[in-house]
């Protein structure tokens, strides 16, 4: 199974100004002009405001009525905060954006009114409210009506919409105050126009060719809170013709990573080093991360690789202080743009494992208390048991209170017994647990190697 793209849309929406218009009776009004500072770039926690769907049908006809539904962005800070540049998309369409017509209605708007298509994104994307501030109060909330049209030559498939906008809080200073909020991405199925009632004398579209993916010198371990490590992402086009390719990046892991803990950069044709906008890899697969290369210019973002030649991009990952300590794979992807009659297609690369590890100096989580699963009975006999002569004195253990008590062994047998408790035996307690913890997570990470080698599409 192909891995589904899931695009954070704030990425493609323009952050633009400009002045405001009034929305009598809506929960929050559309701002006044405002000079709204927005710094390119800047990197915070979880955005304060939350989007969510509402009426959103799962199933859509090719060909068939409009269907409504609506997008509520909720300001769950305790102060003002200034919304802009909403956005629209459909992701993991197939087809290109004239097979679908978004209409939208502001807060407050009475009439419908046409999207604005972005055309140089890989899926379908609309701008809405261009440049106009919505201003939302503390706790107030402000709905989108959205009626999204699919042409009856739209292929069927399942399809990921999302709505997305960039957030400014006045409270913070410049280069904290900007976030992007974004919706959940649930699935939508595109049914065809009408069921089949003859054999098709048309082949169906086949999937466009791909390129070779992969990355090289990827760390073995990430410091949580330390510098940002270099490695590279290699394509290779040895499909026999010219292609247009997007790559990304895939965390792949048994437990979920924040993608508010993951800074993920990559080097630009100019030079310059711009952040990876991040995306969720859908509701079955929570735990897996998905960051593309992609600077919201969707022709720049495009690489063309010609017939044979090969492309090496620079990338660096640093992960925040409050990232959890785990094991996880770094899987390079490609996506291809179809040209007319083909469907896009995506190649996958082999797996790079890695660990996060924290900072010099962090104190470090206990060990988990695991249960003897072979208990030691006791020994019967004081005479079947051997007394251990004192350690020496770069070794020498501390004494309890009332003399020394000393630890005793069997002569010969396939496991030790104790005379009783103490402090000699803690150290190798602890380095037991630590011996299964590292055996276990050694072997997590070898499945999910063999997992995603077997089969990286699953």
Known sequence: MRIRHRRFLTATAAVTLASGLAAAGAPAALAAPRAVTVVPGARTGPSPVTIAFGGLPGTVRAGGAPVEFTATLRNTADHRLDVLSPAFGLADTGAGQGRFRLEYRPPGAAQWQDAGADAAGTGAHWALDRPVVLSLAAGAEATYRLRLTVAAD???????????????????????????????????????????????????????????????????????????????????????????????????????????????????????????????????????????????????????????????????????????????????????????????????????????????????????????????????EPSAVQVVPAAAPSAAPSPTAGGSRAVAAPAAGPRLASTGGGTAAEPMAITGVTAIAMGVGTLVVARRRNRVRGGAGN
């Open 154 to 380: 739209a292929p069927a498939g399942r399809v990921a919409p999302g709505f997305g906008a960039v957030v400014s809080d006045p409270a913070l200073p410049p280069e904290q105050r900007t976030t992007g909020a974004e919706s959940d991405h649930p699935d939508l199925v595109v049914a065809p126009a009408a069921a089949p009632t003859t054999t098709p004398t048309t082949a169906p579209a086949t999937p466009a060719a791909t390129a070779e993916v992969g990355f090289e010198g990827v760390p073995v371990s990430f410091t949580v809170g330390g510098e940002a490590k270099p490695f590279k992402l290699v394509l290779t086009n040895r499909s026999g013709r010219d292609l247009r390719v997007v790559p990304s990046a895939l965390f792949q892991g048994a437990s979920e990573l924040p993608s508010s803990t993951v800074k993920f950069e990559f080097r630009t044709a100019d030079g310059q080093w711009r952040e990876a906008a991040p995306g969720g890899g859908g509701p079955e697969r929570p735990a897996r991360l998905r960051f593309g290369l992609r600077t919201g210019d969707g022709n720049s973002d495009v690489i063309a690789l010609a017939k044979g030649e090969s492309r090496t991009v620079e990338v660096r990952l640093a992960f925040t202080g409050d990232a959890p300590i785990l094991f996880e794979s770094l899987v390079a992807v490609s996506a291809t743009l179809p040209e007319p009659g083909e469907s896009a297609a995506e190649a996958v690369g082999e797996a790079a494992d890695f660990i996060t590890v924290p900072a010099a100096g962090a104190t470090a989580a206990p060990a988990p208390a695991l249960p003897d699963p072979d208990p030691v009975p006791e020994v019967p």
